[in-house]
């Protein structure tokens, strides 16, 4: 099944793009059998979104700053009150992931790679919107 994770970036954050993003990628799965990285535009999108592949299976990873990123960040601020850190309603800035589908768990290694990966960005509120609740 695909899921989403939603990496909001708050205040003590460091300054992240696609390309920072990517050259991080690169680096974390250099040795990874398969893999590969690719920029991809989407239709409807304002901006590239990295292509993280291993054989067939894919993962979206994009960087996103927008009032969209703030209207979500607002609407999960409501959805989880005061258990974070800082106020997530001011922010505006996320890093967005789409899994894509491992019924088989071919890719749990690599899931929870990039799970980890974004954990450690500092100053961060990983929020799984299929759960409704916060990883970090």
Known sequence: MTFALHTFLGPDSPEISNESLA??????????????LQWERLPFSKGPT?????????TRIAYEESETVAEDARFVHRLIGGS??????????RVRVVFGD???REYTN??????????EI??????DPQQGSVMR
Request: glycine letters at 6%; proline letters at 2%.
């Open 122 to 127: 500092e100053g961060v509120i990983v929020f």
């Open 102 to 104: 491992d019924d088989a």
């Open 23 to 36: 050259a991080d990628l690169r680096e974390l799965f250099e040795d990874a059998a398969g893999f590969t």
């Open 84 to 93: 974070v850190p800082f106020d997530l309603s001011a922010v505006a800035r």
């Open 110 to 119: 690599q899931i929870i790679s990039l799970m980890v990966y974004l954990e």
């Open 50 to 58: 990295l292509a993280l592949r291993w054989g067939a299976w894919l």
